[in-house]
């Protein structure tokens, strides 16, 4: 109940694509949704977050949309660019551990031809 | 450049070597975390501080020994590691927490171990 499963493990799209990652979650518990990028020799770092009570959040070119009923959220990145390249993170979090800790997806390795 | 700061980069050590990875960070966060991650994998939270005291250990083995010494700082003290224990090591910050509202994590780029 703890996992989060993310989608595909690897993308290849051109330049311009909107390339979509998908995630999934059974707890209910789970509050706050965050995703990070990491690119080679660097740590992740955060791309955009939602929570339950929002559908959609756009920053910029990246696209969150969250489906409470399904338990499941998924990251588009439009008008992609090779500069996209990287690894992608989804993570689920509850406000009510009062841990911090975030339960991390599998990543997905995204690759933008030019 | 990160705002969450590690040191060093790299660092290679023996089984039988004692060495310290630090972190700082000068946002004012009152949370620090260690992860560890493996190649093409997640990151796996090891501990957490809050307000300087240790609040979760994921059943690390205890050749890692971490240590906030105060709100800005973050080691992690090595000793008798094993092969398996090679990986890249994040340091992460985020708000003070009980009581606040999930607070992004900050990560740092790690330093990446290598046991030989």
């Known amino acids: 109940q703890q996992q989060v499963k993310q989608s595909p493990q690897s993308l290849i799209v051109q330049k311009g694509g909107i390339p979509i990652i998908n995630c999934a979650y059974e707890n209910t518990a789970f509050d706050y949704f965050p995703w990070y990028q990491q690119f080679p020799g660097k740590g992740p770092a955060l791309l955009i977050a939602?929570?339950?009570?929002?559908s959609e959040k756009k920053e910029g070119r990246f696209t969150i949309s969250f489906n409470k009923s399904a338990k499941q959220f998924s990251l588009h990145i439009m008008d992609s660019q090779p500069g996209d390249s990287a690894t992608y993170f989804c993570a689920a979090s509850m406000d009510s551990s009062n841990t911090g800790k975030l339960i991390f997806g599998q990543g997905t390795t995204l690759q933008v031809k030019p | 450049d990160t705002e969450v700061t590690q040191t060093p980069k790299h660092l290679v050590m023996g089984m039988t070597n004692k060495k310290s990875l630090k972190c700082e960070q000068h946002?004012?966060?009152?949370?620090m975390y260690w992860y560890k991650q493996k190649a093409k994998k997640p990151p796996e939270l090891m501990f957490v501080?809050?307000?300087?005291?240790?609040?979760i250990n994921e059943s690390v083995p205890s050749r890692f020994s971490p240590e906030c010494p105060n709100s800005s700082l973050l080691n992690l003290h090595l000793h008798a590691l094993q092969p398996e224990d090679s990986a890249l090591y994040l340091c992460a910050s985020s708000q003070d927490w009980p009581g606040a509202v999930n607070q992004p994590q900050h990560f740092g780029d790690g330093t990446r171990l290598s046991i030989l």
């Open positions: 946002m004012g966060h009152r949370a």
């Open positions: 939602i929570r339950p009570d929002v």
């Open positions: 501080y809050s307000y300087e005291k240790l609040s």
